[in-house]
């Protein structure tokens, strides 16, 4: 039994001791730079609960011996940060000011730290789970440096549980491990807190006390915008690419993240038309109908709709031409005087307009008072027939 929050105890102190990110504080990175220097500037740290935001805001305040004063986003009064300020005011140290959950202030909040931060009155640097681009108002977006934090790797939360071995003399066997390690999803908080209370039970580690206390492995989900846009645009992605495994995936993903049936089948909607169109044009007839199928029938049945119509876009042949069509046809309407309508085709006049049914379904005739091309067909799939019924038509 321990007597200790390991999160606390094993937290890092140092950047040498810092794990993970090393995309933004490796020795030969920007950041690490800044930090050694003691330059820090105004910064967003976003990225998944665990993966060291806070633990960096700390560590960067001891590296540049700077006043660090902790604000939830969630309770944050703008009284207490302007005594921050008014303290602070005739010092040359700037304390950093750590706002946990940044993407908790109001448009009104976040305004009031404008001018401290342009004035350089101390040093915002706040976290979050969301996009600040989404997030976070334009104003202090461009007043900050954004750092996206990755999910630690698996071997990095091995590092992790050695250290803590090693400090607190513990066994663990093989499956209980892979199932700490895999089931914390990168978190290094995540795997911790579930070790401290393993420990409170036993000092030998088994997967079974392991599943008692976390029976389910925790998930990415798709609830910040940033996995919601991601994992969706791997999907069209892994669709347009005709991989039908890496397509299935994504949509498990996303359904396992809790990501709403109708949204998925709207994006494969939109899909079957632009990046498969006429080369498959029943694939727009499946996509629409899964769109319809899955508001009625719901969960859980509606993920094996969606898995038929994905296996079914994967596997169709792929033509972007209607698509690059309709937007040529609208560049040029932006981009050039409006064409003139030819007298016979408006409705106030039929004057010398050629019925084609009355010579056999075609007849050569001006529609356009312009020679124009928008539509280039790629003659794959479907769009080969078509053209061969062009063909055909004129050729009578």
């Known amino acids: ?22 995309h933004i504080v490796g020795e030969d990175k920007a950041l690490y730079k800044l930090i050694k220097s003691g330059k820090i500037p105004h910064s967003c740290f976003w990225g998944k609960s665990g993966s060291g935001k806070t633990t960096l805001a700390k560590i960067i305040a001891e590296e ?26 005739n010092s040359l140290i700037k304390p950093i000011i750590f706002i946990d959950e940044i993407h908790r202030l109001s ?21 979050t789970t969301e996009d600040p681009v989404f997030s976070l108002t334009n104003a202090m977006n461009s007043r900050m440096m954004i750092f996206e934090f990755k999910n630690l790797k698996q071997n990095e939360l091995e590092q992790l549980l050695q250290i803590a071995q090693k400090k607190y003399s513990f066994d663990i066997d093989k499956d209980a491990k892979e199932y700490l390690i895999n089931s914390s999803a990168g978190d290094a908080r995540a795997l911790l807190n579930l070790l401290e209370f393993s420990l409170e039970v036993e000092n030998q580690i088994t997967i079974e006390t392991l599943k008692s206390l976390r029976a389910t ?15 969706i645009s791997a999907l069209i992605k892994s669709l347009r690419g005709s991989d039908t495994n890496a397509s299935l995936y994504y949509l498990a993903k996303l359904i396992d993240g809790g990501e709403r049936s109708d949204f998925i089948a ?21 996509a629409t109908s899964t769109l319809l199928a899955v ?25 972007n031409s209607s698509y ?29 307009y050629l019925y084609p049914h009355d010579f056999g379904g075609w007849v050569e005739q001006k529609y356009i008072s312009k020679d124009i091309e928008f539509y280039h067909s790629k003659g794959i799939g479907f769009e080969k027939t ?7 038509i004129k050729m009578r």
């Not at 039994?1 to 990110?21: D, H, Y």
């Not at 909040?109 to 706040?126: A, D, H, R, T, W």
């Not at 078509?386 to 055909?392: A, I, P, Q, V």
Request: hydrophobic residues 35%.
């Open 217 to 231: 492995p925790l998930k990415d989900g798709v609830s910040s915008k940033k996995n919601h846009y991601n994992f």
């Open 107 to 127: 448009k009104n909040q976040q305004e009031v730290l404008l001018i401290p931060m342009e004035n350089k009155e101390c040093i915002i640097i706040g976290a």
């Open 386 to 392: 078509l053209n061969e019924w062009m063909n055909k």
């Open 1 to 22: 039994m321990i007597a200790e929050n390991l999160t606390q105890v094993l937290r890092p102190k140092s950047l040498e001791e810092f794990m993970g990110q090393k």
């Open 64 to 89: 540049v011996k700077s006043a660090f004063f902790y604000q939830d986003g969630t309770s944050l009064r703008v009284e207490d940060l302007r005594n921050i300020l008014k303290d602070y005011r």
């Open 266 to 286: 709207r994006r494969f909607v939109i899909f079957a038309s632009e990046d498969i169109g006429n080369a498959n044009p029943n694939a727009l007839n499946l």
């Open 295 to 319: 508001k009625n029938i719901g969960a859980p049945e509606d993920k094996i709709i969606l898995s038929q119509c994905a296996i079914y876009l994967a596997s169709s042949p792929k033509s």
């Open 324 to 352: 690059k069509a309709i937007n040529e046809a609208l560049k040029y309407i932006k981009n050039n005087p409006s064409l003139e309508i030819p007298n016979y085709l408006k409705t106030t006049s039929k004057d010398g």
